[in-house]
């Protein structure tokens, strides 16, 4: 009989302690949430306290390579404590001036009129069913089959063309081809063969293919010329009159500023306090005098757990401020000129520069905002991929987006509605070889309609 010999294997397990845990999460904070878990642990431990402000880092002075960002120190002074009691109040007021302003959405809308309705409780149920399932558009998010219980489902035709008939009329359908159908029928203006024409002919509406409508239909070329201009009478995206979206108010976690012929880079961190270590604490724990087990313990550990968590606020700002500075360093051209001289960048280039791993970077970026003299722009806006150019330039996705932007206003400006094809050819011409396809997309992307509705 064989027996196995016990065999010692070494393995290497990386377990990751509460500290580094904690390090991590803040490294992703933005500062509005960095300010709440200060906050949270000044509440929460005994040996931190609250000091003085932090000074300003200008680029230069970073790249010299003699900042010195002593942002924490042990001190006593309780600093701005108060501040929190007027942010309390502040927010206060701003939640009751948010809510006595709320502007009435899709939803609101619908569900008021709804109410008004003479209709039996089954089909209000089902109709309450219908409307929250609305996109902002006023279209289906989901199939309404799926939604509706099978009880019900009978009374689904009758109720989702009582919704379509509210105002704004059009919503409850699948996409802007079907609304504008519902529209159409709904309309004692519309002309002729609209409906039909809608429902078997719209590419050719959109491509405002005339001659192979009359083609293949009865209709004449003044019908369909009327039916077209009748469209754009029409609302394809109905919920928008009626947009669920508030106005958010982004605060930025960077600062960038020309003053005076330099760049000048800082934290916006005018609410956030500055930390140290409690002196009383300091001192109870370097006495020699006896104290009991428990006591010195809880001294120690508030101590230390004080120590992490100001090194790690430390190393967050001071990553994030290199990673900003990086950032700026190759979107030079971008803080000088603007948007459409935002150049190719990676997480990995940024990575490599500054040293850091590109999970890192991605931790750091995410969430956060800079403030430039183009406007507040999140720091992931400033990596993108190359896109296909000629020649010495290089061309971000943004850049591009921002390109087209100008050629559509520049056109629309002179009463011309360029085509997604028209504006590739254009975008050819100085060097950048995009698809039609990729220009529709970045169209819709920049929220910019087709030339058919522009």
């Given at each position: 009989m064989q027996y196995q010999k016990p065999v010692i294997v070494q393995q290497?397990?990386?377990?990751?302690?509460?500290?580094l845990y904690q390090s991590?999460?803040?490294?992703?904070?933005?500062?509005?949430?960095?300010?709440?878990?200060?906050?949270e642990e000044l509440e929460q431990n005994p040996a931190l306290e609250v000091v003085d402000e932090s000074p300003e880092i200008s680029i230069e002075e970073m790249s010299s390579g003699t900042e010195d960002y002593d942002y924490f120190e042990n001190s006593s002074d309780p600093g701005r404590l108060s501040s929190y009691d007027q942010e309390a109040s502040d927010s206060k007021q701003k939640f009751i001036e948010g809510a006595l302003t709320r502007p009435e959405s899709l939803h609101d809308h619908l569900m008021w009129q709804l109410r008004l309705q003479p209709i039996p409780s089954d089909w209000f149920r089902v109709g309450e069913l219908l409307i929250w399932n609305l996109d902002q558009n006023g279209f289906h998010l989901e199939d309404p089959l799926k939604l509706v219980p099978v009880e019900l489902r009978k009374h689904l035709p009758e109720v989702q063309r009582l919704i379509q008939q509210l105002d704004p009329q059009g919503t409850c359908t699948r996409d802007y081809r079907e609304s504008l159908k519902v529209q159409a029928a709904l309309s004692p203006a519309a002309p002729p063969g609209a409906v039909e024409l809608i429902d078997?002919?719209?590419e050719l509406l959109e491509k405002r293919s005339i001659s192979d409508i009359t083609k293949k239909t009865k209709f004449s070329t003044e019908e369909v010329e009327a039916v077209i201009d009748f469209l754009k009478t029409l609302t394809p995206y109905p919920g928008r009159l009626y947009s669920n979206e508030e106005t958010t108010y982004v605060i930025p976690d960077v600062l960038v500023r020309h003053e005076e012929g330099e760049f000048r880079l800082y934290l916006n961190d005018e609410d956030i306090p500055r930390l140290g270590i409690s002196p009383i604490f300091s001192e109870m724990e370097s006495e020699t005098i006896e104290q009991a087990k428990e006591d010195r313990r809880f001294v120690k550990r508030s101590v230390r757990d004080a120590q992490w968590f100001i090194s790690s606020i430390e190393q967050r700002n001071q990553t994030l401020l290199k990673i900003a500075r990086c950032i700026f360093e190759f979107q030079r051209k971008f803080f000088l000129y603007g948007p459409k001289q935002l150049a190719p960048l990676t997480l990995k280039d940024v990575a490599a520069e500054v040293k850091v791993h590109e999970t890192t970077v991605s931790r750091i970026v995410n969430s956060k905002y800079i403030q430039t003299e183009w406007g507040i722009f999140p720091l992931k806006y400033f990596f993108s991929n190359q896109v296909s150019s000629t020649g010495n330039n290089r061309y971000s996705k943004e850049a591009v987006k921002e390109i087209i932007r100008e050629i559509i206003a520049e056109n629309s400006e002179n009463g011309k509605k360029l085509s997604d094809q028209k504006i590739s050819d254009s975008l050819k011409k100085r060097g950048i070889s995009i698809a039609r396809r990729t220009v529709t997309k970045?169209?819709?992307?920049?929220?910019i309609d087709s030339s058919y509705y522009r």
């Open positions: 290497q397990k990386l377990k990751m302690s509460p500290q991590i999460k803040l490294m992703a904070m933005p500062m509005q949430e960095l300010k709440l878990k200060i906050q078997q002919y719209f970045y169209r819709k992307e920049l929220d």
